[in-house]
Each structure stands twice: as C-alpha cells, then as structure tokens.
C-alpha cells in the first residue's frame, strides 16, 4: 500500500512523483537542452506537461481541496492552511500559463508557424510551476511526515 511509507495515501505519493517528474523536465527542457530551434519539441513537452497536470488538479488535488476546504475555511491563518492556499494559487496561475501557451502552440501548429508566448512570461510560469512545487513538497512534510 506505501511508497514512501508515510501517513499519505498512495494516490498523494503518485502525484508528488509526478509533479517531481513534471518540473524536472520543464527545467531541464527550458535551461540545459533549450527551446530554441527546437520550438516543435519544446511546445510538445509544454503542452503534455500542461495536460498531465491539468488532469492531476482535476482528480486529485482539486478534489483535495473541495473535501478540506471546511477545515481551511475554519482556521486560515493555520500553517498548513497557509502552505495550502498558497500552494493552490501558485498552481492555478502556473496551470493558467501552460494552458495558454499550449493553446497558442497548438493552434500555431496547424498554420506552421510556431509560436507559444514571450521568453519574460513562460520564465515566470516556469517560476511559478518550481515554487508551487516546492509548496507542494511543504505541504506533504508537513501533512504526511511532520504532523
Ligand atoms: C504547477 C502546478 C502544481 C504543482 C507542481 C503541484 C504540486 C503538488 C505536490 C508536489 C503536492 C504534494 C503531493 C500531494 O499531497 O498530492 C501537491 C498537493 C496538493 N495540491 Fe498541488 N500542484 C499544482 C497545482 C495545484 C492546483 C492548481 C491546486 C488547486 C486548485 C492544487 C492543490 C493541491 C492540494 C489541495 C494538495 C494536497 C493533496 C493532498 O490532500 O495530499 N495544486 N501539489
């Protein structure tokens, strides 16, 4: 039934895996192989990300979120409450990048001409992708290994 062998239940352990496995490889496509004159692949892995994750938010954090929002709601100012609503907005603008840029490569696509956004602003959705990651990863120490 464990991976990690800690409090979390399997599924949360599969999306942190995931989500670890996401933003690696948006880093190392966005820093160490670079996009450019590679726009095709670049956009592809963008874009795949986006829908893996988009699902992810769709049945297993979002759910999350709707089921302990009562506790949130009740004490806000909580840490974990904290880790949680600033982990969620990062997520929903990061999300928001990928989907945007993913809809203008693929539409770009069809016409050939290749163009996802500016270099500035898939920097700052890849910022904000790595702090809600790292938000993410607060969240689960704090939940499944600390508390
Ligand atoms: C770039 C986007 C995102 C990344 C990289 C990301 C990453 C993570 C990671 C690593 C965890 C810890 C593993 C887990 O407990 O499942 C997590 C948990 C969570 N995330 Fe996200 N996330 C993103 C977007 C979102 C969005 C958009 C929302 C809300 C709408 C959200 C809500 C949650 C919630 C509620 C949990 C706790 C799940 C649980 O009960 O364990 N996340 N996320």
Redesign the pocket.
Known sequence: MEIFGTS?ALI?DI??II??I??TAFLIDAFVIKPKRRLKAHGTIMATGTVI?LLA?LL???P??IR?WGAIAADPTNLGALI?LA??SL??L??SGGVVFSYRFLSGVKSNKLACGKRRSMRLAILF?TL??LL??G??VY?YVLV
Request: aromatic fraction near 16%; avoid cysteine; hydrophobic fraction near 50%.
């Open positions: 979390s949360y999306n942190l989500q670890i996401l933003v994750n938010v297993i954090m979002g999350s979120l302990n949680t982990h969620a997520g929903i990061a999300l992708w809600g990651l993410g990863l969240f689960y939940y």
